[in-house]
């Protein structure tokens, strides 16, 4: 019998890459999305993760749930318990991606974070979770968003390990493919770069000559990130390089 997966999120970075895995794997893939959308090799049904209308209906007969959707603040509270709560008398496999030093430091994003983790934990039913560093495109999109500016800023002293979202979907659809299992291991990618060096490199990829300028920035959550609290050192897997990534964004 083939295994139906439901996507959650399947429109996303990461739900692009994984989504056409998935079904290349044989899965019967459902992706969940709030309109309608065109025929393609998986099935895209109607849902609401906001509201709740469709939800149930789109859960039901899957085997398992890949949890991706985010939103800012209490969004993700709420729209993963909206998830839950749809599920009926089955047990799918709770598949959810998460990140790296949720539970070291004091940034809202990441708490709600790790209140869905709980959710998760607690819902009954089997899960894996799978925590990451932050993708690559982080950088990109920090440097992008001040392109209009003389100098590009980013925060002293403060490292990160960028992973490629492929690598992350790969780890999902092999994880999709075993029994739940809890928390894995971490996923990080393959360098540990300062943040003023890693916008350095994204602009002499993508031909933009500014200066960068280090700046040093106040508050808890920025010291939590400075001792590396958000680093997978001893779980690095990935193996594509910020530069390689890089060359593709010209």
Not at 100 to 128: N, Q
Not at 162 to 185: F, H, K, S, Y
């Amino acid at each position: 019998m083939t295994t139906t997966i439901l996507v959650t999120g399947g429109t996303g970075r990461l739900g692009r890459a994984l989504v056409p895995l998935l079904a290349e794997a044989g899965y019967r893939v459902r992706v969940l999305t709030r309109a309608q959308r065109a025929p393609a090799a998986w099935e895209w049904v109607r849902g609401d993760l906001r509201t709740g209308r469709g939800v149930a209906e789109a859960i039901e007969g899957a085997d398992v749930l890949v949890h991706l959707a985010t939103s800012l603040g209490r969004g993700d509270i709420a729209a993963t318990r909206t998830l839950l709560g749809a599920v009926g008398a089955g047990k799918p496999h709770l598949v959810y991606p998460s990140i790296v030093g949720i539970d070291s430091i004091a940034f809202g994003y990441y708490r709600a974070k790790l209140a869905c983790e709980r959710l998760v934990e607690d819902s009954g039913l089997p899960w894996t979770i799978l925590r990451t560093t932050q993708f690559h495109e982080l950088i990109a999109t920090v440097c992008d968003a001040q392109r209009r500016l003389p100098v590009t800023v980013m925060p002293s002293r403060v490292c990160f390990q960028p992973i490629d979202g492929t690598e992350v979907a790969e780890r999902l659809a092999g994880l999709v493919a075993a029994p739940a299992a809890g928390r894995v291991p971490d996923l990080g990618g393959p360098q540990v770069r300062d943040a003023a060096d890693l916008a350095r490199s994204y602009l002499r990829a993508i031909g933009r000559r500014r200066p960068v300028w280090p700046v040093p920035l106040a508050g808890k959550a920025i010291r939590d990130f400075r001792a590396g609290r958000h680093l997978a050192r001893e779980r690095a897997a990935g193996r594509i390089t910020f530069e390689e990534f890089a060359s593709g964004r010209r």
